[in-house]
């Protein structure tokens, strides 16, 4: 019973913590704070699906987290490559 609290205090806590980040998202000054804060919210559902897939005990949640892992690393990698060749452009 205590670990199953924990685990709903740290869904509450990672959901909460999404929420702030998605103001650096939406308000972020620059592309890469946008990029940064993007990323750090695919990372905090992965985990929160972790969470839920324990909780419930459908394990098989975990590979749709594993998958959303390596598309949001792709899609770091392609931004990065946009953002460099952007800067190279401008110069």
């Known amino acids: 019973m205590a670990q199953e609290s924990l685990l709903v205090s740290a869904f ?3 959901v909460f913590t999404a929420v702030l980040v998605t103001y650096r998202v939406l308000r972020g000054p620059t ?3 946008r990029v940064v804060g993007l990323n750090t ?3 905090k559902v992965v985990v929160i699906i972790a969470i839920v897939s324990v909780m419930r005990g459908e394990y098989y ?3 749709l987290g594993i998958v959303l892992l390596m ?5 770091g990698l392609l931004l990065a490559k946009y953002m460099e060749r952007g800067s190279r452009s401008a110069t």
Do not use: A, E, K
């Not at 598309?71 to 899609?75: A, Y």
């Open 61 to 63: 949640l975990i590979d």
């Open 41 to 43: 919210i695919t990372t």
């Open 71 to 75: 598309v949001n690393s792709v899609g």
């Open 31 to 33: 592309l890469p704070d």
């Open 12 to 14: 509450y806590l990672l």
